[in-house]
């Protein structure tokens, strides 16, 4: 069985966090393992407390892991504060954990902080360039792009150029806070290319940026090609969410589970 590593912090609610990451790998019938940065106090309705990791505990689970059990593929999510973000990161090149997807979790659906404003330079510097794959969202591509305002796919391409500079192999920014059909776009350096989906009108999508880049992980995982990987990855979380469960009182999960079987891809 592959193996695919998820280096995040962890979601009380199971929403979102290492909780999808796992669901999505087993989804997808591959095993995962996790390294956990930060404990948070959460449910649907938003974060309530933050409690991070050592860097030097981070290092220990992830020694134990790479020493016994090793994986095919690896994603990072939360990761709070610049002492983490380095440690993650020489971790990371120590093991030579490669392909890599690196979702940067910045701020939670609910508006809490989810990296220290102190830590987005070390995420720059220290992790993008170890990036297969970048994945942020319309309004982390803002920040890392330096942009006012992305509203349309010319400023997506713009920022992904932007992006591009900072290290990452190739870029994908997720289209789901603009108007319209949920359009991702991915860029590899020299081409740009769009991933299309319905919208659903749902207010249960806590957790959709971790499960997309997950999945996008498990595919890795199973040897599937980056672009491939994505398409996979995105016609799954579509249904996530187009079955997504009305749990809780604010925004609610998605169904990981919903096609009923392991993924075929």
Same mark, same amino acid.
């Given at each position: 069985?592959?193996?695919?590593?998820?280096?995040a912090?962890?979601?009380s609610?199971?929403g979102a966090?290492i909780?999808a990451d796992?669901?999505?790998?087993?989804?997808?019938?591959v095993?995962?393992?996790?390294?956990?940065?930060?404990?948070?106090?959460?449910n649907?309705q938003g974060?309530?407390?933050?409690?991070?990791?050592?860097?030097?505990?981070?290092?220990?689970q992830?020694?134990v892991?790479m020493?016994?059990?090793?994986?095919q593929?690896?994603?990072?999510?939360?990761?709070?504060?610049?002492q983490?973000i380095?440690?993650?990161?020489h971790?990371?090149?120590?093991?030579?954990?490669s392909?890599?997807?690196?979702?940067?979790?910045?701020?939670?659906?609910?508006?809490?902080a989810?990296?220290?404003a102190e830590a987005?330079? *070390?995420?720059? $510097?220290c992790? +993008?360039?170890?990036?297969?794959? !970048?994945?942020?969202? =319309?309004d &982390? @591509?803002?920040?890392?792009?330096?942009m006012?305002k992305i509203?349309?796919?010319?400023?997506?391409k713009e920022?992904a150029?932007?992006i591009?500079?900072?290290?990452?192999?190739?870029?994908?920014?997720k289209g789901?806070?603009?108007p319209?059909?949920?359009?991702?776009?991915y860029?590899?350096?020299?081409?740009?290319?769009?991933?299309?989906?319905?919208r659903?009108?749902?207010?249960?999508?806590?957790g959709?940026?971790?499960?997309?880049? *997950?999945?996008i $992980?498990?595919? +890795?995982?199973?040897?599937l090609k !980056?672009?491939?990987a =994505?398409? &996979? @990855?995105?016609?799954?979380v579509?249904?996530c969410?187009?079955?997504?469960?009305?749990?809780?009182h604010?925004?609610?999960?998605?169904?990981?589970?919903w096609?009923?079987k392991?993924?075929?891809?």
């Open positions: 069985m592959k193996v695919a590593l998820t280096i912090g962890s979601d609610g199971s966090g909780q796992l669901k999505t790998f087993a989804a997808f019938g095993y995962g393992i996790n390294v956990i940065t930060a404990l948070t106090a959460q649907t974060v309530f407390g933050v409690a991070e990791q050592t860097p030097k505990f981070i290092a220990k992830l020694f892991l020493k016994d059990i090793g994986c593929a690896a994603k990072t999510g939360m990761l709070y504060n610049s983490i380095e440690q993650v990161s971790e990371i090149k120590k093991y030579k954990i392909p890599l997807v690196v979702d940067p979790v910045m701020v939670a659906k609910g508006g809490h989810l990296l220290k987005e330079e *070390a995420l720059i $510097t992790l +993008l360039p170890l990036a297969n794959l !970048l994945t942020p969202n =319309i &982390e @591509a803002q920040r890392l792009a330096k006012k509203e349309s796919l010319d400023q997506m920022a150029l932007k591009s500079m900072l290290g990452p192999r190739a870029v994908l920014i789901g806070h603009l319209g059909r949920a359009t991702d776009l860029f590899d350096g020299r081409a740009f290319k769009t991933y299309e989906s319905e659903i009108d749902t207010s249960n999508t806590h959709t940026g971790c499960t997309y880049s *997950a999945a $992980t498990a595919c +890795l995982a199973r040897g !980056l672009e491939q =994505i398409a &996979e @990855a995105k016609k799954y579509t249904g969410i187009k079955n997504s469960v009305g749990i809780g604010g925004f609610g999960p998605l169904d990981h589970f096609s009923g392991i993924r075929e891809c």
